[in-house]
């Protein structure tokens, strides 16, 4: 399950997705179990595309399997919990969430940042780090 309603531009290609679906079996007559497809039919090699779109992105060499694991950092530096970043990638256990979220520094030092800036218990320890209010 995903709220796609979260994300007005990706609710807008889903949507006009299953209208070009729709179209696709009502001309057929028969039905597409693909959400995405070429005309009807199965997408079984992407390699070449996905070579290209990575190419044009800059990030050659990027392999689409690391979408997964990008996504689990950026929810996580975003400020999801785990159980909202499990629930949203479909994952059932938490050794899978460490699977794909693996440690991340900059998103760890950023995050304890916002904490000590933004709550009161953390105002009881400097920004230093010592301990002492400041």
Not at 3 to 26: K, N
């Amino acid at each position: 399950m995903f709220p796609i309603g979260a994300h007005p531009a990706l609710g807008t290609i889903l949507r006009d997705q299953r209208d070009y679906t729709t179209a696709i079996e009502r001309e057929g007559h028969r039905v597409v179990g693909a959400v995405f497809h070429r005309d009807g039919e199965p997408i079984r090699d992407m390699d070449d595309a996905w070579r290209t779109a990575c190419k044009a992105a800059g990030k050659p060499g990027a392999l689409f399997h690391d979408l997964r694991r990008s996504f689990a950092l950026n929810m996580r530096r975003i400020g999801l919990s785990e159980t909202d970043i499990m629930e949203l990638a479909g994952w059932k256990t938490a050794s899978m969430f460490r699977r794909y979220c693996v440690a991340d520094e900059s998103g760890l030092a950023d995050r304890l940042r916002r904490a000590w800036n933004g709550t009161t218990s953390a105002q009881a320890v400097s920004k230093d780090g010592s301990g002492a209010a400041g």
